[in-house]
């Protein structure tokens, strides 16, 4: 579903990533995972549209995208949970949801199933309709990032670190939403600096260093690696 050949990129003078290449498949969760400065956000920024690479490319269901505007990449099927949430906080739950919605043709005309969706996944945004965003904890209003770009009925969904700020018992239950949501046939790219839980959703991962992907495997295998437990894991 989506491919990245040997991406370069980078802000200015300063190159972050060198000949990055991962793919995920189709009702796959995948996870990148790496320290902060290591490229993560930045291969992000390259898929979505607001980084136009150096050189290399990124495809979509086969669709060259590479360096496409992201208004077209949502409309494609791509939906971003960006790390600083990017809500309105003046703005009701129910409004931030239609937010979500409102610009893709095919999902506004299937909002009503789309709030079904949601409130399926977190019951208590129902609750929450009419309270403004501002008002929510960190927890509630990082489910709202994830609904709100759920209401475009994405194909894939990318997750850039979903767990930062969040208590423990708040991530276990983000996390396991996640998991319900890749049931539903959705591929997920998590970018995470929380290794141990993000291993627990997703099928394989990646781990980027310095720009570079350095490791790839099956969770599984990734969790038993040894540079993992010395250097993410504190075993």
């Known amino acids: 579903m989506l491919r990245i050949d040997g991406l370069n990129a980078a802000y200015g003078r300063i190159k972050v990533l ?21 490229g993560k956000t930045t291969l992000v920024n390259c898929v979505v549209g607001f980084l136009k690479p150096i050189s290399g490319k990124v495809f979509f269901q ?10 077209e990449v949502v409309k494609l099927g791509i939906a971003l949970v960006p790390q600083e949430r990017e809500l309105f906080p003046n703005m009701t739950v ?23 969706l949601v409130f399926t996944l977190f019951p208590i945004l129902k609750e929450r309709l009419k309270q ?11 489910m ?6 759920l209401m475009s009925f994405p194909k894939l969904l990318v997750l850039d670190e979903p767990s930062v700020g969040l208590q423990p018992s708040i991530v276990s239950e983000l996390f396991s939403k996640l998991r319900e949501i890749k049931n539903q046939g959705v591929s997920i790219l998590l970018i995470e600096q929380n290794v141990k839980q993000g291993l627990k959703v997703v099928e394989r991962g990646y781990v980027i260093e310095n720009g570079r992907i350095v490791l790839e495997d099956s969770s599984t295998n990734l969790m038993n690696n040894d540079h993992i437990k010395k250097a993410y894991l504190g075993l």
């Open 132 to 142: 403004k965003v501002g008002t929510m904890s960190g927890g509630e209003q990082r």
């Open 62 to 71: 086969d669709k060259d995208i590479t360096g496409m505007e992201p208004h």
């Open 18 to 38: 060198w000949d990055l290449s991962l793919n995920v498949s189709s009702a796959e969760a995948v996870g990148l995972f790496g320290p902060n400065g290591a």
């Open 144 to 149: 709202v990032a994830v609904a709100r770009a």
């Open 94 to 116: 129910e409004e931030n949801l239609r937010a979500g919605a409102n610009y893709v043709p095919h999902a506004r005309e299937r909002m009503l199933e789309a709030f079904d």
